[in-house]
């Protein structure tokens, strides 16, 4: 098994550029969830969702959209990128509540 | 609004000594109680968890975890660090009866020699 895969693993845009990161996972978790790391923040939460079709807003949701048309993926989307959304981007997966959640190796992004 | 507060952004202890780092947690009707550590460059493991039962969890590495209803508090402690236990250790809760994972800010353990 793979675990969770994060595509592209770095990446660099300019502001106002739009883009995906790609988030798959091969262990059929129900669960998964997208968080933002910056120095002295911790992590925190952008979007979950608990199964294909549902998603929710987690801590930081502006300026990112999801979707989950399958179990496996769930895509994050960057509408209009800003120096602000420059992170470590990491998604992750559960296969229920309390079960502890698997991480990517994430993407370090960079908005100019 | 559910939230994690760790209140030690960064701990220096020497080798063979003992370590705390403090977790407080917002109280929910359900929530279940996580520490991670991330080791340099890398991604976020999986070091414990609370579900229920048993105040005290363990993990592998000698790590362990008192859950404290009454104060919310989830603190992490080792008797004897080792040096390779250097990392960062984020303290998270699910909430919601499941799938929102809300993490601490997170407190560096630096173990020197």
């Known amino acids: 098994n793979a675990g969770v895969t994060q595509t592209p693993k770095f990446q660099v845009l300019k502001t106002g550029q739009s883009m995906t990161l790609q988030c798959a996972q091969d262990?059929?978790?129900?669960?998964m969830s997208w968080y933002r790391q910056d120095p002295g923040m911790g992590l925190r939460l952008i979007h979950y969702s608990v199964g294909a079709g549902i998603t929710d807003q987690g801590e930081v949701p502006n300026g990112y959209n999801v979707s989950r048309s399958t179990t496996e993926d769930f895509p994050l989307r960057l509408l209009s990128a800003a120096p602000s959304q420059t992170s470590v981007y990491f998604c992750?997966?559960?296969?229920?509540?309390?079960?502890?959640?698997?991480f990517g190796s994430g993407t370090r992004l960079t908005v100019v | 609004a559910q939230s994690v507060t760790q209140l030690d952004s960064q701990v220096p202890v020497f080798e063979e000594a003992p370590v705390e780092l403090r977790c407080n947690y917002s109280s929910s009707v359900s929530v279940y109680l996580f520490w991670y550590v991330q080791y340099p460059n890398q991604g976020l493991q999986l070091l414990l968890k609370y579900l229920s039962g048993s105040t005290l969890v363990e993990s592998i590495n000698g790590f362990e975890a008192e859950f404290n209803k009454s104060q919310t508090s989830f603190h992490l402690r080792k008797p004897s660090v080792h040096i390779s236990d250097t990392a960062e250790y984020f303290c998270?809760?699910?909430?919601?009866?499941?799938?929102?994972?809300?993490f601490g800010q997170g407190t560096e353990l630096s173990v020197k020699p």
């Open positions: 998270a809760g699910e909430y919601n009866q499941g799938g929102k994972l809300i």
């Open positions: 262990m059929n978790h129900e669960y």
């Open positions: 992750a997966s559960s296969p229920g509540a309390g079960r502890g959640y698997t």
